[in-house]
Each structure stands twice: as structure tokens, then as C-alpha cells.
């Protein structure tokens, strides 16, 4: 798409309509809007694609347990099998191993961050992605891969929670008690636990007595509405009216399907997301093929250092996320050519503001070259800066509009009014309904005992949550003080590179794996970061909780702590290393080659064996 010119941007004037969007939108209650599917709304997490099948509780034994089975807990269990860790168990309460994988099926499902860089261990385990963008599926089919590929099936629990996990100081092992009954005993435990675990659904008034059918995107009930998610048309809302809450990353997928196959389809809108072009295209076998050894690895560094601001001679994966940085880092570069210029942070923030002017202008602009009904097509332009949402990149959404049975009810940033038990009230008008989607999101800002859905309690009967009670505490985003032998398979306070997430994972698992490989070579029974070694990582994180985009006017949502002032704790929450993901991943990898694991005890009986 070609790039608007500046001149034709009233840079101003856009600032003044982005406040008066944002003010539109901003609540008093902010993360308490949302209600948790417990009580009379458990049903929304029952699992509909596996029947539960009853087993004895387990008492035993094991050198790993992996707490969740999602691409974080994958590639943790994978770099431990091949540190020669085998004994590992992935306890997770889905039926089977891919975490959001698993969970979200919904119709038109994908990744929007390109395969050969998010589906991870592609060479380890041979597999060519088919497109530039996999289609849920085939990411699916990944996780199943990894954990056939590295024997990670073995010895796994599926359809198990964790409902409790504490250390015992005694024997130096944690104890996991889960909804099975189940008593484990771990000498290590990983979480993967995941930021986008639990579903939230949204507090409208009325919520509770809708009559009709309803369920949240990430249990699809394809029973109900027919079809599957391998693109089977939803055959069985041929006569029904369909309501769906929610236009973020998940709506925008599900809609095209939704609009081709109801008989009516009324989308409720509170805020549009931002739509560029995906542009997707099949993968080239001979290219592939060409790859070198080792060629994931680059392109993922590639990736990350491009996407951060960074430079490299080539752009190898090419989509919307290294062009939002690369725009504003040539932005930035032509401002430093320009005669007199003093540079300053102030000068970053314009290029920055500038270069998003432009990329917002274009959407908005292709907006209009793709929905026919002129109201629709405005009520559709997002009026903020792109990265105050999640971006979202498709060939489909927009043109879902133009399907005579799809009808976008814009509620302008006010949201339902309320639900009955016929359907759904916008602005005094009431919609009636068949079947109501929530595509409504997950558990972010939440505290950690109640995204996680389990307490974990640490030495001398320490919680997790009342450790992180003002935000969380880590040392490199992986090991909590007075939580021996635990390790966080995360992003915060690590690289915390939003854009890729299994890149993340794949770090960290590496890490991980090598530090336990260590302990057992050693004959250490406890790893712990000292608290000296956390708060020094602490205090260098200090300079990096910017709060960046709280300072844009940003439209609520969960990127911005719905609008809320980031307080102490959202941004220790949001952290990350202070010289960006890639420094991140460099220093890694030099302090878990280095061999002395500074800041890091391993002990045996009590003493010191290793590290520290
Ligand atoms: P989000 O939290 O992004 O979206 C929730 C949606 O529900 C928003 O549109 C929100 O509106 C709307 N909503 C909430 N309450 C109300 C209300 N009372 N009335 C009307 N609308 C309401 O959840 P998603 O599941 O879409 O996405 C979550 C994340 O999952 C993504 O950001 C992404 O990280 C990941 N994901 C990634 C995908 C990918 O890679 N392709 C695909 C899907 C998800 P408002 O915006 O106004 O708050």
C-alpha cells in the first residue's frame, strides 16, 4: 500500500479526535467490568471437544512438572528432553497438549504473526509451514508434533487442574493437588501458564438471563452451530439470528464465517480494531527447502531485531509488524538528517506519532475502498494509534460487511446496553437473537492467583500472589526469591517480545532446561535466585516501565490496563529488559553459557554447590 504524505495529515487535529474517542470509552470500573466464568457462568469453560473420562487419583513422583501443555510448556519439556531430562510431566487441563491452540477453534482461526517464526522447533521437528500465515489447525497439529516428536505424551494429564501447588521444605519438592484428586510431587516445576488462559465474559447487565444459546470463542460449540474449524460451513445457522460481542483479534476471524453462514449476523461494536492487508501467500518448497541449518533461529532473531527498531540487511519475514517499525525507525533516521535538530526523546515520540498518523490513515483509507455502505464504513475506522490495540491484519473482515446478512451494530464506544432473554439492547433498540458469541477476551490485568486459576504457595507459606501483590517480582522473568526450584515460562520482566510469543518460550525453555540439567549434574536439590540478584534485576528494570503507550490517549483495552493510570504494579506486570527483547535474548544466552549462574544458588542439602 503506498504511504500518505505527512503534508496532508492535520497531525492535531487527529490527537483531538483520538482523546474524544478515548473519553468516550473510559469506565471507572476498568478490569472489573469483566466477570470471571465462575458460579452460574462455569459452564462457559466446560470443555466441548473431549469427554472426561473418570481415573484413579495419582500419588507420585516426578523429576518435572510442566504446568500447562501450550507452546510454553512444549518447548520447555522438548530443550529438557534434549538436556537429557526425561523424566517430565505436562499437567494441563485441556484434553490434549496446544494451550490457546487447543481451546480456541473458533471458525477462521489463525496466527497473525507469520508461521516460520511462530510455530516453533520447525526443524527440529521437519515441518513445513503451508503459508505464510497457518490457519488454526496446523498450529495445533505443531503442538501435537512437538510433544510427539520429544515423547512428551508419555506420562502426561490432560483434562487435570492444578488447584494448589506448595513447596515443602522438608524434602525439598513441591506437591500439586489437582481437581483429579491427584497428590504429585515434583523436584522442579515449570509454568506455562499463559497471559490469554482464562476467558472473560463482559459484566452487561442482564448477561445472566439470556435464554437463547451462548458461549464464549474459545469453547466453539460446533454442535450447535454446525461445521468445523478446518472450514466446514456452519450449516446449522442457516436460520438463525446470531449476535457476536467483540471486534478485537478473535471477532475479526470468526465474522466472515459468521456473516456467510447466519441467517442474520449482528455484530456488536464498541471499538473497531485497526485492519491492514495479511496478504497471505502459500509456502515456497524449493525456498523452504534452501534453508540452511539453523535458519530458524536467524529469521527469528531477524524478526525480533526488526520489530524492535533494529537493523538488518535483509527483512526476512516481511509483514505488517517490521513495517510498523520500520516506518518509524526510517522516520526517526530522516528526522536526524534534518539541519538543527536536536535529538531527544521528544524527536522519537514525533517520528513515532508521525509515522502512525500515516499507517492509521492508510487503514482507515482501505476502509473505505472495501465496504460499500457508507455509515458502516465509518462506524468501522478505528480513530487511535495502532498500537493501542492489538493490530490485526485481514483479507475478509472488512469485506464480511458487504454480505447482505451482516448487519454492524456500532454501540460508540458505550458497548450493550443490556441482555434479556430475547437478545441484546443497543441504544434503546433490542435485537433478537438465537444465539449470542462472546468474543469477549481473557483474564490479562487480573492478579495472578486468578488468571492462573490455582495458588501457589512458597517457602514459609508465602503465596504467589500476596509475594506479587504490588506487581511481579522475578529475576530475568523466570526465578521468584523464596520460590526454590520454580520457573516462570513468561514474557514479562524477561524479553517480553509481544509480537512473537513462542520466541519467548523458546528462550527461556532453553534456560530453564540448562539450569536443571546443571542442578542434576551437580546433585543439587534446590535452585533459588538470591534476593540480592531480584532486586538488582529489579532496580534495571526501573528504567524500562515507560508506560509508553499509556502516555498516547490510548482507547481502553486490555494492551493499556483498559485506561486506567498504570500503577506500580501494571507496569512491573508489563516490564521488560531495559535494552529491548534482542539485549534480552543476547544476555541470556551469555549467562546460561557462562556456567556460573550468577544470582542463581543451586544447593545441596542446605550448602551451596553451585552459583550464587
Ligand atoms: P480482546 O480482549 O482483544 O477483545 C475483546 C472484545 O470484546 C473487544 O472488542 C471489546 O471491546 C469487546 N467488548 C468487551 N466488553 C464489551 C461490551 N460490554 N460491549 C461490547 N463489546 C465489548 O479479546 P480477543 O479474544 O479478540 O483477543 C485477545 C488476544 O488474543 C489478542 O489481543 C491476541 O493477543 C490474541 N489473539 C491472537 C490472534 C492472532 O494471532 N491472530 C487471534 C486471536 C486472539 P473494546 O475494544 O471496546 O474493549
Request: glycine share 12%.
Amino acid at each position: 500500500m503506498p504511504s500518505t504524505p505527512t503534508k496532508t495529515i492535520d497531525h492535531e487535529a487527529l490527537r483531538v479526535k483520538y482523546r474524544a474517542e478515548r473519553d468516550k470509552r473510559l469506565r471507572e470500573d476498568g478490569n472489573e467490568q469483566y466477570i470471571e466464568p465462575t458460579g452460574r457462568f462455569a459452564h462457559f469453560l466446560d470443555d466441548p471437544y473431549v469427554e472426561r473420562v473418570e481415573r484413579e487419583p495419582l500419588r507420585d513422583e516426578v523429576t518435572v512438572a510442566i504446568i500447562g501443555g501450550g507452546f510454553a510448556g512444549l518447548v520447555t519439556g522438548a530443550r529438557l528432553k534434549e538436556a537429557g531430562v526425561e523424566d517430565v510431566r505436562i499437567i494441563e487441563g485441556g484434553g490434549d497438549v496446544g494451550g490457546a491452540w487447543y481451546w480456541n477453534r473458533y471458525p477462521g482461526a489463525m496466527c497473525d504473526t507469520a508461521a516460520m517464526i511462530y510455530l516453533p522447533l520447525l526443524e527440529e521437528t521437519g515441518h513445513m509451514p503451508s503459508m505464510k500465515y497457518t490457519k488454526a489447525p496446523e498450529i495445533y497439529g505443531q503442538a501435537k508434533r512437538i510433544a510427539t516428536t520429544f515423547g512428551l505424551y508419555d506420562n502426561a494429564l490432560f483434562s487435570t487442574e492444578v488447584t494448589n501447588l506448595e513447596w515443602e521444605a522438608t524434602s525439598s519438592r513441591w506437591v500439586i493437588h489437582t481437581n483429579r484428586g491427584d497428590e504429585i510431587r515434583a523436584r522442579f516445576v515449570t509454568m506455562g501458564t499463559g497471559p490469554l488462559h482464562r476467558p472473560k465474559l463482559p459484566g452487561i447487565p442482564g448477561i445472566e438471563t439470556f435464554a437463547g444459546h451462548s458461549f464464549h470463542t474459545s469453547r466453539w460449540d460446533y454442535d450447535y452451530t454446525g461445521g468445523s474449524y478446518e472450514g466446514d460451513p456452519l450449516v446449522n445457522l442457516a436460520d438463525k439470528k446470531v449476535g457476536i460481542i467483540g471486534t478485537g483479534a478473535t471477532g475479526i476471524q470468526c465474522i466472515p464465517q459468521l456473516a456467510k453462514d447466519s441467517q442474520e449476523l449482528y455484530v456488536f461494536q464498541r471499538t473497531p480494531s485497526s485492519i491492514d492487508v495479511r496478504n497471505n501467500v502459500p509456502i515456497d518448497p524449493d525456498e523452504f527447502a534452501a534453508l540452511g541449518e539453523g535458519w530458524q533461529q536467524k529469521w527469528l532473531t531477524n524478526f525480533a531485531t526488526l520489530q524492535t527498531g533494529g537493523f538488518a540487511d535483509e527483512d526476512l519475514v516481511k509483514d505488517g509488524w517490521t513495517d510498523i517499525a520500520k516506518r518509524i525507525r526510517d522516520k526517526i533516521m530522516a528526522k536526524m538528517g534534518e539541519p538543527g535538530l536536536v535529538f531527544s526523546a521528544d524527536t522519537i515520540q514525533e517520528a513515532f506519532g508521525e509515522s502512525d498518523d500515516e499507517k492509521m490513515e492508510e487503514i482507515r483509507a482501505r476502509v473505505d475502498t472495501i465496504v460499500k455502505d457508507p455509515a458502516t464504513a465509518e462506524a468501522l475506522k478505528p480513530w487511535y494509534r495502532q498500537l493501542c490495540k492489538r493490530p490485526c491484519f485481514h483479507d475478509e473482515y472488512l469485506q464480511a460487511y458487504n454480505e447482505p446478512s451482516a448487519h454492524l451494530v456500532d454501540t460508540d464506544g458505550k458497548g450493550v446496553e443490556r441482555i434479556d432473554e430475547t437478545g441484546v439492547w443497543v441504544n434503546g433498540v433490542h435485537y433478537e437473537l438465537d444465539c449470542l458469541i462472546f468474543a469477549s477476551g481473557f483474564e490479562v490485568g487480573t492478579d495472578y492467583a486468578r488468571r492462573s486459576g490455582f495458588e501457589t504457595i512458597g517457602r514459609d507459606g508465602i503465596t504467589l500472589s500476596k509475594r506479587w501483590d504490588d506487581g511481579m517480582q522475578s529475576l530475568h522473568g523466570i526465578h521468584v526469591h523464596g520460590f526454590p526450584n520454580m520457573f516462570v515460562v513468561g514474557l514479562s520482566q524477561g524479553a517480553n517480545l509481544i509480537s512473537n510469543i513462542t520466541h519467548n518460550h523458546v528462550e527461556s525453555g532453553r534456560t530453564i532446561a540448562t539450569m536443571i540439567a546443571h542442578a542434576l549434574e551437580v546433585g543439587a536439590d534446590e535452585i533459588e535466585c538470591t534476593d540480592e540478584a531480584e532486586q538488582k534485576w529489579m532496580a534495571a528494570l526501573d528504567n524500562n516501565m515507560g508506560a509508553f503507550l499509556g502516555n498516547l490517549d490510548c482507547t481502553p483495552g486490555y494492551y493499556n490496563n483498559e485506561g486506567k493510570p498504570m500503577g506500580k504494579r501494571e507496569k512491573l506486570n508489563s516490564a521488560g529488559y531495559p535494552g529491548g527483547p534482542v539485549a534480552y535474548f543476547t544476555y541470556i544466552d551469555g549467562w546460561r553459557n557462562a556456567g556460573d549462574f550468577k544470582g542463581v544458588e543451586f544447593r545441596a542439602n542446605g550448602a551451596v554447590v553451585s552459583g550464587g
